[in-house]
């Protein structure tokens, strides 16, 4: 089939541009309201990725899709916890979700991502969407200021170009939109970068602790590790630390240090991790990301909508990413279906989850901060603020949309520089 072939227009009242979490959830809530929905997915197959816990908040977005059965059916680890190590590899008491919460919701799990990823876009599929995978889309349509399709390549070669009222862009750091409008703005205090990859056979802890997500912070706290318990035996394990440190100031006498003698260097630094790995197999050479705290300045636009990454990623250390991919997924759904019954596809119709979504991510973007702050410490300011515990567990949760836990941050400022609030 040559380049030039293409095939007929085809119109949807809405089509979603990738078929990670965050597109397969706006496609499943939206098709399921009887609207015509098109996903085009650009792998013809599932595909690793990272991303692969899961913050329990997520369980009343899972409850809307029609999937928690299936997630407690699944061979996915149960997370109960989280659980960090300080530099000299002391741990914290484990933040038990359920202490704080009894509802089963306090409970979650850790996901690895092709199976994952995969259960949602055959929901999404269930409800009524269209999904066609193979189609690499590389141009949306605007007529004027406002989105009106998308142009890619088929599974089969041909060109297709594809009609619709509203266009989601859920291409994850892809971003095609932003990208185009130029609308990112990196987070330049957390300028990080990220090694990873995953290990069979590692320690876990025992009974309700085998789930937890660990955060091992290394000896010098120029760089901490994640720990992420997986099926078939497997262990996530990555780690951050600013992209100067982690990447760009690693030289030897001979040259550059690979990737891998970097990720083996901060891991010999890694007290608490290092024993748990000691017998596990490294399943693959180790992958990199760097750059990965931005956000996009507009969340929608005449006939577009942002979702998931491709909006904005905050640093990993809570696991947010999935949860706040899933989230913009169902609050982008929510205002389309209403767009959809008064034919407005405005940005202001189409942003109207904006702020409010924002201003969750806004709350876990400060305990970011905290974070990373050298000198802060988490026990050190429980002891002294004690009413806060609360409202730690709630945004490590994921309790940012229906619980308020801004009141922490007030008593937090006296202990750590806390950043502005982003706004649209």
Known sequence: MQETDSIQNESYDVIVIGGGPGGST??????????????????QSPQFKIGESLMPATYWTFQRLGVIDKLK????????????????????????????DPHESSMTWQVLRSEFDQMLLDNAQEKGAEVQRGV?????????????????????????????????????????????????????????????????????????????????????KDSWFWSIPLPYDRVSVGVVGDLDYLLQDRRKSDGTLSHQEIFDEELAK????????TDAKQLFPVKVTKDFSYRANRVAGDGWVL?????????????????????????????INQAL????FSAEQLGRFGPDFVAGMEAIRKLVYAFYTKDFSFGRFLQRFPDCQQGIVDILSGNVYRTDVTGIFGPMAEMCSLPEDMRL
Request: net charge negative; aromatic share 10%; hydrophobic share 35%.
């Open 136 to 220: 690499s889309v590389h141009e949306v349509l605007f007529d004027g200021d406002k989105a009106v399709g998308v142009r890619g390549r088929c599974a089969d070669g041909r060109i297709g170009e594809f009609m619709g009222k509203v266009v989601v862009d859920s291409t994850g750091q892809s971003a095609l939109i932003s990208r185009r409008l130029r609308l990112n703005t990196t987070e330049q205090k957390l300028k990080k970068a990220s090694i990873f990859t995953h290990f069979e056979g590692g320690i876990r802890d025992e009974g309700i602790d085998e789930g937890a997500t660990l955060i091992l912070h290394t000896e010098s």
């Open 341 to 344: 019954e008064k034919e407005d």
């Open 26 to 43: 706006t496609a499943a809530l939206i098709a399921e309201r009887g609207h015509r929905v098109l996903l085009l997915e650009r792998d």
């Open 307 to 335: 979702v998931g990454d491709a909006f904005g990623f905050l640093d990993p250390v809570y696991s947010s990413g999935l949860f706040l991919a899933l989230k913009s997924g169902e609050m982008a759904a929510d205002t």
């Open 73 to 100: 059916d699944s061979h996915f680890p149960k997370k109960y916890s989280v659980q960090f190590y300080s530099s000299s590899g002391k741990a914290s008491a484990p933040f038990y979700f359920y202490r704080n």
């Open 270 to 277: 890694c007290p608490a991790l290092q024993p748990r790995l």
